[in-house]
């Protein structure tokens, strides 16, 4: 799906760069408050996944940034600030903000054929429970 329909999707405002919106084609999502949780366990290697959060700090930029993330949703309608979209902007990263809160943006791209991200293999757990 390209991502100005995704905008559409959620009534969003792009925010970043507008000027990759035809270029980038998304098919996965993950949302996450704790960007320590989306590196563990988010596995980006098609490029194609969506990072849906209410954090507006520089860091969403980063992690997308470390794991090839092209596009994030900053959800509630949380102002970004500035700092963070001319970050995205020099890396080429999308941010959309929405109104919407992450369970409803979740649920509507889910039910517009986005799919749930792919997710790191895991160890397997020591515990004896």
């Given at each position: ?25 998304v098919k996965t999502a993950f949302a996450a408050d704790l960007m ?79 799919k749930p991200a792919k997710i790191k293999p895991r160890g397997e ?5």
């Open positions: 799906m390209k991502v100005d329909e995704v905008a559409k999707l959620i009534d969003g405002i792009i925010l970043s760069g507008k000027n990759l919106l035809d270029k980038i084609d320590s949780d989306v590196l563990a366990y988010v596995e980006s290697d098609n490029n194609d996944v969506i990072l849906i959060t209410g954090i507006t700090n520089p860091q969403i930029v980063r992690t997308a940034e470390m794991l090839d993330i092209p596009v994030i949703i900053v959800a509630r309608g949380k102002t970004v600030p500035k700092e963070t979209i001319n970050l995205a902007d020099e890396k080429g990263i999308i941010i959309i903000s929405t109104k919407n809160i992450v369970f409803t943006t979740s649920g509507i791209l889910y039910t517009n054929g986005i757990s020591t515990s004896s429970c």
